[in-house]
Each structure stands twice: as structure tokens, then as C-alpha cells.
């Protein structure tokens, strides 16, 4: 296409390779082709892949970042994403993808303004945002499933709730193909092309050469193998999702029970409603485990028992619930804990989009735009936290403070 695609002439088109088919690069490539981009997108398929970490029953979409005003807000664009993205699928989904049930932070003690749900509380009560504190007997009144005498203090925020993740990367596959991107399954990307100190596409596992302009590699937790670079700055982690199933459906869906978080800045455990069929997932945002690439992803009997036990304490009712399956997904988890999203300052010709840090898929309406961005150059449009950084440079502000470590 441009003699100079890697100029900072945001107004050239470009021929860009999207490496991976996640919400990283869903949202990157349906971004560049409606701003007339020629796109493709390779993956080893399908899409979307069972064993990405977009791929998954369900997420939480919240705006409750402590006093992170970055997310904060990321968090608050999204949220109104969602529900532009609940009207347009609405039809082809049959039913939202975003299913805004409110979430329900509790705390183990009285909850205290430094805390992260006290600080979480304090923004959304600074941006007017219609949260309520709940003690422990309005919990024992309207969610008795719950330990009210250990999680005596929280609040609600309703402006938030889950997303349907594999339901979602289906609609955004197909609007990524009705905007024209090529999408090529059965191709991985194994080798990254130089030509001149540029980067100029990719080798696949099928010995194919795609060239581009810019490539941008969007893998999430297999970036290093395509960018070995990276590796000083970010890792693959394990994370346990374990799906319960409950008998009495109704008791534990929304308004009795809906997407919650116990005590996670300390504990990591979080979880959803039930769905139709009575199954109910419980999940940890925490520190995980090494996860190198090709390993099991089977979560230990030992979690389990962790799980367990977390739940006695906490909704005693689930503690001794069958187990109907569990899953190790895995983070992209940066040194920072923020996402990585630019240019490689030292070879034009590469973006990388990943590093979501397990906390990435409920910004999935605003990452496109920060990616296309990226890809055309305008590094001011991209928050300085998810621009090209080193461990030994100055650490980003801010982070997950939701994230147990
Ligand atoms: C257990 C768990 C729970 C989470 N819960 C939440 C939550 O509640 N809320 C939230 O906001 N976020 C959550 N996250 C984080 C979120 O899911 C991720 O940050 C996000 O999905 C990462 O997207 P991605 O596109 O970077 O990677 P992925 O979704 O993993 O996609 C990567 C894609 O790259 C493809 N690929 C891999 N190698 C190659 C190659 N060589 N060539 C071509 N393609 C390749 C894969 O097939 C895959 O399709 C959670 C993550 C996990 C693991």
C-alpha cells in the first residue's frame, strides 16, 4: 500500500495482519477495517478458540477500579459499549450479551475507605453513580446465600454485571467478517518476518508468508512465542474457573443472586449466577500459577479444596455443591498488570495488543479504537500505562486493585 507505511500519516491506508482471533484482535480488526484498513485475521481456529481466555461462559463488566481513575473511566465507556452492543445483537444473539445484574462487593469487617471496595465506592458515589452500601442484615434479607456475619459490610453497584464472553466474540466474528476482514482459521503464526530492521509479516505453521504493513500481534498468553522479546515483561498465569451445580436455579439468579465479589482484593474469589440449567461458576483473580506454553490446564485438587472451604465460609450452600467442571484459563499478566498496547519502538512494522492481566474482556467496546491507534501511529490516543515499558523504566501508576496477590 504506502511507500512509508510506518510514518505517522494517520490517514494512510493500510494492508494490516491481525495474529490472533481473542477480543484483543476482534476489536483491533474490526476497528482498522471500518476505518478502511485492508484486514486479515489468521488464528488456528476455531472462533472463537476453546482455549482462549475470551472464550469463556461469563465475565464481569464493572467500572469499580479503587481509586484508579484510568479504568474508572475505560470501565464507564464500556459499560455504555455494552448496551449500544445489547441493541445492535440483541436479535442475532437472541437475548443481551451484557447482562447488567449489578455487582455485589463484599468485605469480611467493616468495609474502610482505603480498601478497595471503599475506594471503589467513594468514585462511584464522587461520579454520582447510583451505588448502596448494604449491611449485614439488609445481605441476610435479600441474599441469604450469603455469611452475612462474615461479609457484614459492602455495597451494590448496579450500574455493572456480566457479559456472556463466548456469546459476544461469536457477534464480534461476525461483524468482523461483515466489514470485510479476511479471517484465516488453520493458520498460526510461528515466525515473525524481517526485511531491514522491519517487520513485514509472518511465517505460518502451514510454511505460508503473509506480508503486511503492520502486523499486529494479538495472541494474549502466547504472545512471547511470536515475541520472545516480550518475555522479561510478561507471562502466561493459570487462573481456576470451577462450575458448580445447584439444584434450585431461581434461588441463585438475579434478583436473589447476581455476580459478586468476596472480599476479592484479598482473597482473589469472585463469581456469577446461576445459569438456566442450575450450573454456577466461581472463579479467583489472584496471583495464579506459571503457566508455560503447551502445559495441562487442570486445576488442582488442592484449589479445589481451596474453593471449597472459601465457600463454607462464605456461601455454605455451594461449599458442598457437585462439581460439574473446572478449566485453568490463562492470563496474559504483564510485570504491571497493565496492557500492553503499541508500536515496538525499535522494529516498525509490529504492534502487540495483549498483556489483559485478567482484566481485560469487559473493555472489549474501547480496545479496538486504542489498537487501531496503535496501528495508525497516534500514540497520544493510547494511555501511557499500556504504551511500550520495560521493568527497569519508571512503573506505571495505578493497577487491578480487585487483584489479590
Ligand atoms: C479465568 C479468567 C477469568 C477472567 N475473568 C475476567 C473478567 O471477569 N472480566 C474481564 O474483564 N476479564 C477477565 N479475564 C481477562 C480476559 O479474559 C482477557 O484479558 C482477554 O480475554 C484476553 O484476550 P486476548 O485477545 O489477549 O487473548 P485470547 O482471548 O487468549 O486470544 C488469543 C487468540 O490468539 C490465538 N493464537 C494463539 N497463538 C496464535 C498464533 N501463533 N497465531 C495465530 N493466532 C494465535 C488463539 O487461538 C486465540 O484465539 C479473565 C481471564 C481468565 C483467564
Keep these: 500500500m504506502k511507500t512509508d507505511p510506518m510514518s505517522d500519516d494517520a490517514a494512510a491506508l493500510l494492508d ?13 480488526a474490526l476497528t482498522l477495517a471500518r476505518r478502511g484498513h485492508r484486514v486479515r485475521l489468521i488464528d488456528p481456529g476455531p472462533l472463537p478458540h476453546p482455549l ?57 469487617g467493616p468495609m474502610s475507605p482505603e480498601s478497595f471496595e471503599g ?75 524481517e526485511e531491514g530492521g522491519r517487520v ?18 494479538a495472541i494474549g498468553s502466547w504472545t512471547t512465542a511470536l515475541v520472545p522479546e516480550l518475555t522479561p515483561m510478561m507471562r502466561a498465569t493459570g487462573h481456576p474457573n ?76 455451594l461449599a458442598e455443591a457437585p462439581l460439574v467442571a473446572t478449566r485453568l484459563c490463562a492470563y496474559c499478566d504483564t510485570f504491571d498488570g497493565h496492557f500492553w498496547i503499541d508500536r515496538d519502538p525499535t522494529r516498525p512494522g509490529l504492534v502487540v495488543a495483549a498483556g489483559g492481566s485478567g482484566h481485560a474482556f469487559k473493555f472489549a467496546p474501547v480496545l479496538g479504537d486504542r489498537i487501531a491507534a496503535a496501528v495508525e501511529g497516534r500514540r497520544d490516543a493510547i494511555e501511557p500505562r499500556f504504551r511500550w515499558r520495560s521493568p527497569n523504566g519508571p512503573i506505571a501508576a495505578g493497577r487491578d486493585a480487585a487483584r489479590a496477590s
Design 16 to 28: 494490516v495482519l491481525v495474529v490472533g482471533g481473542g477480543v484483543f484482535g476482534a476489536t483491533g
Design 52 to 108: 482462549a481466555a475470551s472464550t469463556d461462559r461469563s465475565k464481569v463488566v464493572r467500572a469499580d477500579y479503587g481509586d484508579d481513575p484510568v479504568y474508572t473511566a475505560m470501565g464507564l465507556d464500556a459499560l455504555a459499549g455494552w448496551r449500544r452492543w445489547n441493541m445492535r445483537w440483541a436479535e442475532a444473539h437472541g437475548g443481551p450479551v451484557y447482562h447488567e445484574d449489578g455487582f455485589l462487593l463484599r468485605t469480611r
Design 119 to 193: 475506594q471503589s465506592y467513594a468514585a462511584s458515589k464522587a461520579r454520582g453513580l447510583p451505588v448502596e452500601r448494604i449491611d449485614a442484615a439488609e445481605l441476610a434479607r435479600r441474599h441469604p446465600q450469603w455469611r452475612a456475619d462474615v461479609y457484614p459490610d459492602g455495597y451494590l453497584n448496579p450500574q455493572a454485571g456480566w457479559a456472556d464472553a463466548e456469546g459476544a466474540m461469536k457477534q464480534l466474528h461476525r461483524e468482523v467478517k461483515a466489514a470485510g476482514v479476511e479471517v484465516l482459521t488453520d493458520e498460526a503464526g510461528i515466525a515473525l518476518l
Design 200 to 217: 513485514v509479516g509472518v511465517l505460518t505453521a502451514e510454511a505460508q508468508t503473509l506480508r503486511a504493513d503492520v502486523t499486529v500481534v
Design 242 to 317: 470451577l462450575l458448580f451445580r445447584v439444584d434450585d436455579a431461581a434461588a441463585w439468579r438475579p434478583p436473589h443472586f447476581g455476580p459478586w465479589a468476596a472480599d476479592i482484593a484479598r482473597t482473589g474469589w469472585y463469581g456469577f449466577p446461576a445459569k438456566a440449567d442450575g450450573t454456577i461458576k466461581v472463579a479467583r483473580h489472584a496471583a495464579g500459577v506459571p503457566l508455560p506454553h503447551g502445559a495441562p490446564r487442570t486445576v488442582s485438587d488442592a484449589t479445589i479444596a481451596e474453593a471449597r472451604a472459601f465457600l463454607a465460609d462464605t456461601l455454605p450452600a
